[in-house]
């Protein structure tokens, strides 16, 4: 029998960044989301977020890969968001995420980040967390147009 532990922190915000998530629907989304990962064999430990944007801690399987768990994640939530008519307009994430490997040590302090979010962006925007990300984990930016 294999035994893995791969904790993952992912990001993804709504296409455009566009404030959709409101809070009369939000919390929602959350429990849909760790419903849907229970049901998917997906070992989500948080999930929050704020208007444009979730961050998930999720541990691995053997079998799994971050791009299928983010696929179906983003997929079936946008899919219930859309069904449900929860925003005005068509409901989508972006194609891109982040994802960041967590060592077992820090699992308590990013769980309490990700459970802050919104205390947290009352003070900082996502543009400049994601800003703060690209510099903390020497991410690149590349632009589609790039050869």
Not at 36 to 46: G, H, S, V, W
């Amino acid at each position: 029998m294999s035994f893995v532990k791969i904790w993952v922190h992912l990001v993804f915000s709504i296409k455009d960044r566009e404030p959709l998530l409101q809070k009369d629907f939000r919390y929602d989304l959350y429990k849909h989301i760790a419903e849907n990962c229970r049901e998917k064999d997906i070992f989500l430990q948080a999930v929050n977020g704020y208007t444009d944007h979730i961050h998930c801690l999720i541990s691995l399987g053997k079998d799994q890969t971050i791009s299928k768990v983010t696929q179906l994640i983003k997929g079936e939530s946008s899919f219930w968001i859309n069904k449900n008519n929860l925003t005005s307009e068509r409901f989508s994430w972006q194609d891109d995420y982040f994802a960041v490997s967590v060592s077992e040590s820090q699992v308590p302090t990013v769980v309490g980040y990700i459970k802050n979010q919104e205390k947290h962006h009352s003070k900082k925007s996502f543009a400049d967390e994601v800003n703060e990300f690209m510099t903390r984990y020497r991410w690149k930016l590349i632009k589609d147009d790039q050869p």
